[in-house]
């Protein structure tokens, strides 16, 4: 079952909180007012003043050498892959990770790399030495290993630092360069309490959202060495992805930057509260990690939770059976919480 499931047409305005997933955010005053004031300039000519000063600031952050603004995650993720690899070569990653799961193996359709996909452990993160195993021998019947592409966080679990490096370095140690997809990278740092060039150290390029933790209205950066940028520069055109007056979305990048990465921990917090409260409901098998819980009925009364809190003003992602992922985030604050906790006791009261 996709976690994706059951996402589309379920939200709205008049919904009092929307757990599908961190998406949903809308820009608050302050973002709306700094996208009104933002100066605009033409970004495919390089000209976008705060498209230029966005991606000079996640560089300095991340500690690397330039950065890429595009339009989603999934762009940002695809134009790094295609930027380290070439057709006929072969990218090592998490069976469950985003960019085999979940993007429609754009990487394999778009540039003909193969995706390798290896198991990845409970914890989230790959083994060394499955890593080191998915290897290919320098065989003409064989793909041509050339990436490892890692995620943090996984599922909402903020995959830690050694075993992130251990990965990596299983990687490295076989000639492959290392990529991380870290769609919620300010969730994952926030949860382990590292810096920024921490994480990002461990790995070649980066892929950043900026539209869900840090609720903008869109965009991603692809942060990494200055000349696989440019060739990522490249490919960002060739998909579609150049933008032109892009500053209005990136000066909400900014003021994200500044504004919405220390609060990641409050969502933590009332993802931990409303997991908890889901236990003490003897409800259903329950898990939690950073922003994300994930909500098993004991019953299989899917469906029936899903119109009960429909009714309430609550929405709720997932399938008719199967795990139902609630994601935290800016919007749902704590009055959206208590509208959701009241609704899921009066279901199982």
Request: hydrophobic share 45%.
């Amino acid at each position: 079952m996709s976690q994706y499931a059951g996402l589309a047409g379920a939200g709205g305005n008049a919904a009092l909180c929307d757990l599908r997933s961190d998406t949903v955010t809308r820009p608050d005053a302050g973002m709306m007012q700094a996208m009104a004031a933002a100066e605009l300039g033409d970004d495919v000519f390089g000209e976008d003043p705060s498209v230029n000063r966005l991606e000079a600031v996640l560089a300095e952050r991340l500690g690397k050498d330039a950065a890429l603004f595009l339009p989603t995650g999934t762009m940002s993720n695809l134009a790094g892959l295609l930027a380290h690899c070439q057709r006929g070569e072969e990218i090592i990653t998490g069976a469950g990770y985003h960019v085999h799961a979940y993007e429609a193996a754009g990487a394999s359709v778009l540039g003909g790399i193969a995706l390798c996909p290896v198991p990845v452990r409970a914890d989230g993160a790959l083994d060394p030495g499955v890593v080191a195993g998915a290897v290919k021998a320098d065989d003409s019947h064989l793909a041509i290993s050339r990436l490892l592409s890692l995620e943090n966080t996984h599922n909402g679990l903020a995959v830690p630092l050694a075993d992130m490096s251990a990965a990596a370095e299983a990687g490295r140690a076989a000639g492959l360069s290392v990529h991380l997809d870290g769609a919620r990278f300010f969730n994952a740092i926030t949860a382990l309490g590292c810096a920024e060039t921490d994480l990002a150290g461990l790995t070649d390029t980066v892929s950043v959202c900026l539209s869900k933790g840090l609720g903008t209205p869109a965009g991603s950066a692809l942060v990494g060495p200055a000349d696989l940028i440019a060739r990522a520069r490249r490919w960002r055109k060739m998909l579609g992805g150049g933008m032109r007056q892009a500053g209005v979305l990136a000066a909400a990048g900014l003021y994200a930057l500044e504004h919405n990465t220390a609060r990641l921990a409050e969502d933590h917090a009332r993802a931990e509260e409303l997991a908890g409260v889901l236990r003490g409901l003897g409800a259903g098998e329950v898990s939690q990690a950073t922003n994300m819980v994930f909500f098993t009925p004991v019953d299989g009364r899917n469906d029936a939770l899903r119109a009960h809190l429909a009714a309430k003003g609550v929405v709720i992602g997932g399938g008719s059976t199967g795990a139902i992922r609630m994601v935290l985030h800016r919007d749902a604050d704590d009055s959206a919480l208590a509208q959701a906790v009241q609704a899921l006791r009066r279901f199982y009261g």
